[in-house]
């Protein structure tokens, strides 16, 4: 069987989300905590920010608390952003599309005790073109980092694949329209420890189903690949 490739679509600070409340909530349809990039269900960085426009998006107090950060380290985060766009225009519209440089970010401006994950997320190979295609993919940090054709990096767990509906300036996860329960009724596809699906094969049939007019958001969903990364 040939193996697939997979682009890498950027590195991302975030936490464990806990079960959303208005899931169906049954534990044997989602896990207690989630690894998502829906910023919809859990706080994120990058999500446009920081950049070089970064103060009007700059998350709000509680946000920056959760992620261990203050408004100080946030203004700080912003100059470290904006500071290395100017010396490298093809940055924007952030810096943060490499692991090494998301270990610099949270080395500088998270504090060490704070409860925070290193993601990276990848496409497969064969799924770039379209997404790179979307209008507004270019002010994506997503779009950024698949544009820069680069492997995932090595040394990441893969925690599983997350269905993810690209809005370019968002993500929408299945579980914000409660998509995990037609999941398991529909398709036969249960979410993992993480609430992710184990497998790309059933990843993609899931992105299919939610895609499909009124099973979620009006969007093209995408099988998005995730892997957690050491801090250090």
Do not use: K
Not at 162 to 173: A, P
């Amino acid at each position: 069987m040939r193996e697939t490739r997979f682009t890498s679509a950027g590195y991302f600070l975030t936490r464990r989300c806990a079960r959303p409340e208005w899931a169906h909530g049954a534990p044997d349809l989602l896990p207690p905590t989630l690894v998502t990039l829906s910023p919809c269900l859990v706080d994120v960085v990058p999500s446009l920010w920081p950049s070089p426009c970064a103060p009007p998006l700059r998350p709000d107090e509680a946000a920056l608390a959760r992620l261990g950060m203050t408004s100080a380290s946030a203004g700080a985060a912003e100059a470290w952003a904006t500071a290395r766009c100017d010396a490298a225009p093809d940055q924007w519209p952030t810096p943060l599309t490499t692991l090494s440089t998301l270990r610099e970010f949270v080395d500088r401006f998270v504090a060490p005790s704070a409860d925070v994950i290193l993601v990276g997320v990848a496409l497969p190979d064969d799924l770039v073109a379209g997404v790179l295609a979307l209008p507004g993919s270019v002010a994506s940090e997503r779009g950024h980092a698949l544009r820069m054709s680069t492997p995932p990096e090595p040394g990441g767990e893969v925690a599983g694949y997350e269905v993810l509906g690209d809005g370019i300036d968002e993500l929408h996860s299945i579980v914000c329209t409660g998509g995990e329960a037609a999941l398991r009724e529909v398709l036969g596809i249960a979410l993992n420890q993480h609430g992710l699906i184990d497998g790309l094969d059933d990843a993609r049939r899931a992105a299919a189903w939610a895609s499909e007019e009124g099973h979620g958001e009006p969007v093209a969903y995408l099988p998005w690949r995730v892997a957690l990364y050491p801090r250090a």
